[in-house]
C-alpha cells in the first residue's frame, strides 16, 4: 500500500516500470520497514527506568507451562534486541536520552 501511495504522488504507474527504490529516493521517503524498526527502539525511556518498574519487570518474566506444538511466537522484546543487536546498539546508549533520540534519528535518515 506504501509503495502504491508512493508512486502517485510521483506520477509513477507500474507500466512505467520504475523501481521502488527510485521513487523512495527521489521522495527521499525511507522504507517502511525501517519507520517500524525504529518505531520499536523507542522503548529508551523505559530501559531508563529502575528495575523495579513495572515495565522492566513485565519484560524479564517468564511464564512457565507447555508450549503450543510448532513455531513460537514473535514477540516484540526479541524483535527490540534483534535490532538492537543488528546496529550495535547497547543498554547503556538508552541511558542518555539525547544520545538515544540521535541515534534513532541517524537511523531513520539511513538509507
Do not use: F
Not at 517500524?36 to 507451562?65: D, F, W
Not at 506444538?69 to 516484540?76: A, E, H, N, V
Not at 524483535?79 to 537511523?107: F, G, Q, T
Amino acid at each position: 500500500m506504501e509503495m502504491r501511495m508512493l508512486r502517485m504522488i510521483a506520477g509513477v504507474s507500474k507500466k512505467d516500470k520504475v523501481r521502488s527504490t527510485r521513487i523512495l529516493g527521489s521522495l527521499k521517503v525511507v522504507p517502511m520497514k525501517t519507520k517500524i524498526m525504529v518505531n520499536r527502539l523507542r522503548c529508551g525511556h523505559t530501559m531508563r527506568r529502575p528495575m523495579n518498574y513495572i515495565g522492566n519487570k513485565v519484560e524479564s518474566l517468564e511464564v512457565r507451562g507447555k508450549r503450543k506444538r510448532g513455531r513460537p511466537k514473535l514477540q516484540w522484546g526479541h524483535e527490540v534486541r534483534a535490532n538492537m543487536k543488528k546496529y550495535r546498539l547497547d543498554k547503556s546508549d538508552s541511558m542518555n536520552n539525547i544520545k538515544w533520540k540521535d541515534i534513532l534519528k541517524e537511523l531513520t535518515t539511513r538509507r
